[in-house]
């Protein structure tokens, strides 16, 4: 559903299962699959909202890689990128890893009332496809951050590998925010 969308927006990516899918999907230049570094894709998306304010972005996160870096929910409302769309797929799973429960499993802990506690305003806490599909609507259009929690069964990918290692992904991801006109 999110993949047409996608096009003309930047995408950070968390490493695994989510990576796998959009890559799956075909992937684009505008795409980078963060490696690696659990937790850190919505403050690299940070990052990219703050110097690119005239780009849209778009952190595709997991639930055990937010809850691995917490604060980023506070950071992120208390600089408040106006172009930043944080998508967090809760499957209350480390589901690239094997399949152990996170927090989040069994309604333990709630990401979105974290986000809304961390200050930040446009929350959705979303379980079945439709109200996603609306809440990722009304993200893209609205010109200020916005955060998805949205609830999806523990099943990823049957496969993992990429044709494309991160360094070449980031450079070319760099030279596609290059070749943008302002
Ligand atoms: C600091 C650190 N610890 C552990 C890992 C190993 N690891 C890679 S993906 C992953 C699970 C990610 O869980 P989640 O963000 O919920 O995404 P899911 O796999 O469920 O899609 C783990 C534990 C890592 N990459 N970095």
């Known amino acids: 559903m999110l993949y047409p969308e996608l096009g003309d927006k930047l995408v950070v990516t968390i490493m695994g299962a989510c990576a796998q899918e ?10 980078f699959y963060l490696q690696h570094a659990m937790g850190l894709a919505s403050s690299i998306g940070l990052g990219l909202a ?8 778009v952190v595709l996160d997991g639930d055990g890689s937010v809850l691995m870096n917490l ?22 799973s480390l589901l690239s890893t094997g399949g152990f429960d996170s927090h989040t499993t069994s309604g333990i802990t709630d990401l979105a009332a974290i986000a809304r506690g961390a200050g930040v305003e446009h ?3 979303v379980d079945s496809v439709v109200a996603f599909g609306e809440a990722a ?4 259009a609205r010109d200020d951050l916005s955060v998805i ?8 990918p049957n496969h993992y590998g990429m044709d ?7 450079f070319r991801f760099k ?8």
Do not use: C, M, S
Not at 77 to 91: E, K, Q, S, T, W
Not at 137 to 140: D, G, H, Q, S, V
Not at 164 to 169: A, F, K, V
């Open 137 to 140: 609507i009304e993200a893209f």
């Open 50 to 57: 703050l110097h690119l304010p005239h780009e849209k972005i």
């Open 123 to 125: 929350v959705a806490a």
């Open 164 to 170: 494309l290692q991160l360094p070449e992904n980031a």
């Open 149 to 156: 929690v949205a609830k999806v069964a523990a099943v990823g």
């Open 175 to 182: 030279r596609w925010i290059a070749g943008r006109k302002p």
């Open 71 to 92: 604060g980023t929910l506070a950071t992120l409302a208390r600089y408040r990128p106006r172009n930043l769309v944080h998508v967090i797929f809760d499957n209350g």
């Open 22 to 31: 959009l890559y799956d999907r075909g992937h684009k230049e505008n795409f």
